[in-house]
């Protein structure tokens, strides 16, 4: 429930906590991509007047992927993805036939799953795994407590992003491994019902920053609590036609966050409705006109 209106959950029915955005060259050559390898559904699509994607949906198993395409302002930029699913191996082989190329190949690890990585024809990582090893001899393709779906965020510091998260997020920290030279290896954390990957860039590797929608309680009190743990003001909370309000901010690493709040309850009939209303006509082009690679 949120702390306005305890009538209304959230996170909408069929989404998660944390949902990845990708934002891509080419939206519908992703979402081919990743109906073919992955056998993903598309659920939303909306397309400007000048025939770009301006906003995308496909559902991976228990998990949405958001995706937009890119602009002049807003450039394409790779995303860093796990997905479990039923067998890695077939999922690998789909994906290079629908254009991927290989990072690396099918291969057990120590802690139960079978995985590998690709990099598929938007530039976008993903670590396909299946979980096939459990000490209980009950054995689920997702490792129990996690979603199809995860972002993993790959940043100059592990440590500043975990505690930037809890401060914003009340992300709760789940797993920490050093390495030798003191680097993060690898990091989870949980914010609601969605799990955080991370783990620290290495010498030499470009910043990659990572985009990710988050619904909140309360909206205010996180983009509140998220600028005073560093974070930069993108856009204010605003209220939109679909009865969310969205801000955007960008954490102290770069990587930028729509936080979402619902606040209204609507059907599709009464959000279109409104989507003429002139208010909600100035707030989509508000949201939608900030550059937010812009710093300073």
Known sequence: MTAADPTITTVPTGYSSVSPWLITRDTNALFEFITAA??????????????????????????????FDSRPHWPATPSYLRLYTHDADAAFRAALAAGATTVSVPDNSAWGDRGACIQDPLGNIW?????????????????????????????????????????????????????????????????????????DSRPGWPPTPAFLRVYVDDGDATFAAALAAGATPVTDMTEMFWGEEVGRVRDPLGNLWWIHCRVAELSEEEAYARAGDPKFVKAMEYVSGVDFFARG
């Open 38 to 67: 992955f056998g993903a559904e598309e659920i939303d699509r909306v397309v400007g007047a000048d025939g770009s994607i301006g906003h995308a949906e496909a559902r991976i198993g228990d998990s949405v992927v958001l995706a």
């Open 127 to 199: 670590w396909i795994m299946s979980h096939v090893e459990d000490v209980s001899g009950r054995v689920s393709h997702i490792t129990a407590g996690y979603r199809s779906v995860e972002p993993w965020i790959i940043t100059s510091s592990t440590p500043e992003f975990l505690h930037f998260i809890t401060a914003a997020f009340s992300a709760q920290e789940a797993l920490r491994v050093p390495l030798d030279d003191a680097s993060i290896g690898y990091a989870e954390a949980r914010i609601g019902d969605s799990n955080i990957l991370a783990f």
